[in-house]
């Protein structure tokens, strides 16, 4: 059973993640000739866009159920959970599949680990809401984490479209290397290869 407080944040959470599935689904349409590609790269986008969706109708689908009276949360979010779990596994098995180990292999790894957390917690706390006593405070766990679904789906379309991203340990390494920005560097190149300037000639 849902409390009472928590019916209008699923009634706007289901707005807000059917607009978001209708932007992902744009995004997707944009990047549809890099997803079509056979490359170990576009295979990467791939499993950023199917877990971009996958956070997306987790949050879609608890918060309908969620609506209706007596319509089995607690069932709905243990199902959902299991599905997410079967794609974060489906999706490992793709990053170890491809071997394109690199920085941002394991990146996403890593973030498909906190994914499946999230599934894991949303799991017990489906069996929690579930049961015969029904938890409410199982309940406000499970607004939390559609909250975290929304995020990351969020976060990972953004990766698909190719957002650009500042990330903390890159700015630093490059301070303390004292690389230059780009511009400043093909700046510099372009300004070595000029010829210097001459006088005019005299008459």
């Known amino acids: 059973m849902v409390p009472e407080a928590l019916h209008d944040f699923f009634l706007g959470s289901a707005g807000v993640a059917g607009a ?18 056979e ?12 877990a971009a969706l996958t956070g997306f109708i987790n949050a879609l689908v608890v918060s309908l159920f969620a609506l209706i009276p007596d319509g089995g949360i607690g069932t ?27 920085w941002t ?3 996403d790894a890593f973030f498909l680990v906190g994914q499946s957390v999230v599934f894991v917690f949303q799991l017990i706390y489906g069996i929690e809401l579930g049961g015969p006593s029904g938890d409410s405070s199982a309940a406000n766990g499970i607004a939390i984490l559609v909250v975290v679904c929304f995020l990351i789906g969020i976060s990972r379309a953004w990766e698909l479209i190719g957002g ?11 301070l303390v290397r ?12 372009e300004g070595g290869d000029r ?8 008459r």
Request: no cysteine; glycine share 6%; charged share 20%.
């Open 105 to 107: 292999t394991a990146r």
């Open 20 to 37: 978001l599935i209708g932007l992902l689904f744009v995004a997707i349409s944009v990047s549809g000739e890099r997803l079509a590609r």
């Open 164 to 174: 650009p991203s500042i990330g903390i340990t890159r700015e630093v390494v490059a």
């Open 39 to 50: 490359e170990a790269s576009s295979q990467i986008l791939r499993i950023r866009a199917n």
């Open 195 to 202: 010829p210097a300037p001459q006088d005019p000639p005299r």
């Open 178 to 189: 004292g690389d230059a920005p780009a511009e400043e560097s093909e700046e510099s190149e």
């Open 76 to 102: 709905t979010s243990v199902v959902v959970a299991i599905v997410g779990l079967l794609f974060v596994i489906a999706a490992l098995l793709q990053l170890v599949r491809v071997r394109h180990l690199r």
